[in-house]
């Protein structure tokens, strides 16, 4: 696990944990932009006038008020390029999310004022409940991941947490609240958790059934190219359940 952090001299460096203890870190959860800071960027010493290195500037700097050292993003904690790297940073991911110190939900299109978040929630929940956040698929495992998820503006500003917007998010996603409060995943069925995926969206149609891996607590080899189908069938082969008929029929 490839982690980073902003040493003596402010600089964004990066540290492997590969064949060492991983030491407590915090990990974010986003929306992809068109400017992201990305793996390359870090390597090359590049990219801080990239619009997607605020969100690196946010992480490090929330990640030391809450008196942590290191902090994960997948913009650029991953050589995408390294198909090993990939696969095993995908099978990783949700037990990097369920094993951060600290999670942070940074939402790029809800806008506060530095009081907003404290005193006006009504300027800015129509706002959350709208958040591209909820519609993609990666962030479903995000959200169900982490025992605690803070959610940020786009201007830092925390808004609240998962317990404090718990009626919220269930209502957004209707995703059970002891789900999302940490009961086991295998304590729901497998078409309850295959319709919390409804409305979710991913760049690449077979991520439609790659960042469901977690969710039902399976590994399996990425084959970008094979289409959605295809996919969801060999996550289901790996379920080792006779539900290819649910996997397949579900409406995304």
Wanted: net charge negative; aromatic share 12%; with cysteine.
């Amino acid at each position: 696990m490839r982690l980073l952090y902003f040493d003596s001299s402010r600089r964004l460096t990066s540290a492997d944990f590969s064949r060492k203890p991983i030491p407590p870190y915090a990990i974010l959860s986003h929306t992809w932009g068109d400017d992201e800071f990305l793996f390359e960027d870090l390597v090359n010493g590049t990219g801080e006038s990239k619009a997607g290195y605020k969100k690196i500037r946010f992480c490090g700097e929330q990640t030391a008020r809450d008196s942590l050292q290191y902090f994960w993003l997948d913009t650029c904690c991953i050589d995408k390029w390294k198909i090993s790297e990939l696969s095993h940073a995908i099978n990783s991911m949700f037990r990097w999310y369920k094993n951060a110190a600290k999670c942070y939900a940074f939402l790029s299109d809800v806008s506060t004022s530095p009081t907003d978040a404290q005193r006006h929630q009504s300027t800015w929940e129509a706002s959350f409940r709208k958040s591209r956040w909820f519609t993609r698929g990666w962030t479903l495992q995000e959200l169900l991941a982490p025992a605690l998820i803070d959610f940020f503006s786009l201007e830092g500003q925390r808004i609240g947490d998962k317990a404090s917007l718990e009626q919220q998010i269930c209502e957004i996603t209707r995703i059970p609240a002891t789900a999302l409060r940490g009961d086991a995943l295998d304590e729901f069925s497998i078409p309850e958790r295959m319709a919390w995926m409804a409305g979710r969206q991913t760049k690449e149609e077979e991520d439609m059934a790659y960042s469901l891996i977690g969710i039902f607590d399976v590994s399996m080899e990425f084959r970008y190219g094979e289409g959605k189908e295809r996919a969801l069938n060999r996550l289901q082969e790996e379920m080792g359940k006779g539900t290819a008929s649910i996997l397949c029929s579900h409406k995304y």
